[in-house]
């Protein structure tokens, strides 16, 4: 009998991790944007009496523990989706109301809560993008999303794509593993059972990724023309362009007279009052920081127009994610929510940029 000298504590990806992330995340901006639309459209309303106030961090919590029990408690695959969208739910309602723990006066509508919840929403961001790179073939990791794959077989709900799925980790696990070894060997057995005639298939039931992405492929075919798709995105970047080069150059008209200047400040903030506002220096390194991606967004978009492609989407990249992550922490700041509207519009636009460049652009060499 062998017994085993060691054992490896190195953690593995789970199989459709990112999938579970990217749940979380939509439902945690979801959360944060729909609850702070029904507390303005209601005028903030509360539960509780004189002495009481039942605060919807206390729900976030609760959707938190949910999530937790559930993915603690039950094993089957489908109960991760379930666990994902909790978690974001309650995240972002535990987030959104950051505000109250970080002042003295619990003020909810403090200035610092929207930059901070969207630090927590951009960090979520990079979690996700690390998680979905694609790695070099682990027989370890391989055999881990076998067996999460094996269990679709023990609910009857293994697809055929699943199925395709799971012959591919198994034959790289028994490709890429030392020759005689446990793992070896387990995986031969697996491949020899999932490879049988008889094994029982569902039917193919698209999730709602799957769904999604199918709708974006079948729109990008009819409507997706390469010539088409440059120009949108040119266009899209050149609108954001002006955008912020137009706050700029009214707060840098207004700089000779003060008074104009404190009614272009007035003018630009959406939200919170003037009070709110840490000084007219912190607000002007904010307009500079955008004219300077705006000028950058321009010459993206004449760059690209000229037919200098790789240079015209590398130059619009750079831009768009400095506009994402810099410029919208101030934005935020200074605008509050209002601005996750034009954070999205970015969003999209990024998306649209990357789309482009993996499609007609991508070479051995890569993108930066």
Not at 19 to 45: D, H, I, K, N, S
Not at 96 to 106: A, L
Request: hydrophobic share 50%; net charge negative; glycine share 6%.
């Amino acid at each position: 009998m062998k017994f085993l000298t060691h054992s490896t504590h190195r953690f593995v990806q789970r199989h459709r991790a990112e999938e579970y992330l990217l749940t979380m995340l939509v439902c945690f901006g979801l959360a944060v944007a729909l609850t702070r639309l029904f507390l303005e459209l209601t005028g903030y309303p509360q539960i509780g009496n004189s002495e009481i106030h039942i605060a919807h961090v206390l729900w976030g919590g609760l959707f938190l523990f949910t999530s937790v029990t559930v993915l603690l408690v039950w094993q089957n695959a489908r109960v991760y989706p379930l666990g994902a969208v909790l978690g974001g739910v309650g995240m972002g309602l535990f987030i959104d109301e950051v505000g109250k723990f970080i002042t003295q006066s619990n003020n909810y509508f403090t200035p610092w809560a929207a930059p901070i919840v969207y630090a927590f929403f951009l960090l979520t961001v990079l979690i996700y993008v690390r998680v979905n790179q694609r790695r070099p073939t682990d027989p370890r990791a391989e055999m881990y999303h076998a067996l999460d794959l094996l269990t679709e077989v023990l609910d009857h709900d293994l697809e055929p794509d699943e199925h395709a799925q799971l012959l591919e980790h198994l034959q790289l696990v028994v490709e890429n593993s030392e020759e005689q070894s446990d793992q070896k060997q387990l995986a031969e057995v697996l491949l020899a059972y999932s490879q049988r005639g008889d094994l029982h298939l569902a039917p193919e039931t698209p999730d709602f990724w799957q769904r999604t992405n199918q709708v974006f492929q079948r729109f990008d075919r009819r409507w997706g023309s390469r010539e088409r798709t440059r120009w949108i995105c040119i266009v899209a970047i050149a609108a954001l362009a002006a955008l912020s080069i137009f706050g700029l150059v009214v707060v840098a008209s207004a700089r000779w007279a003060p008074g104009e200047l404190s009614e272009s400040i007035a003018r630009l903030i959406t939200a919170g009052p003037i009070s709110h506002l840490h000084g007219v220096q912190m607000f002007s390194a904010y307009m500079a920081l955008n004219g300077a991606i705006g000028l950058l967004l321009v010459s993206a978009a004449v760059i690209w127009a000229s037919g200098k492609e790789n240079m015209g989407t590398n130059l619009a990249y750079f831009g768009l994610l400095l506009d994402l992550t810099v410029s919208n922490l101030l934005a935020f700041y200074f605008e509050q929510f209002s601005t996750i509207f034009l954070a999205l519009v970015q969003l999209g636009v990024l998306l649209a940029v990357l789309h482009y460049r993996q499609k007609y652009l991508h070479t051995k060499k890569g993108l930066v």
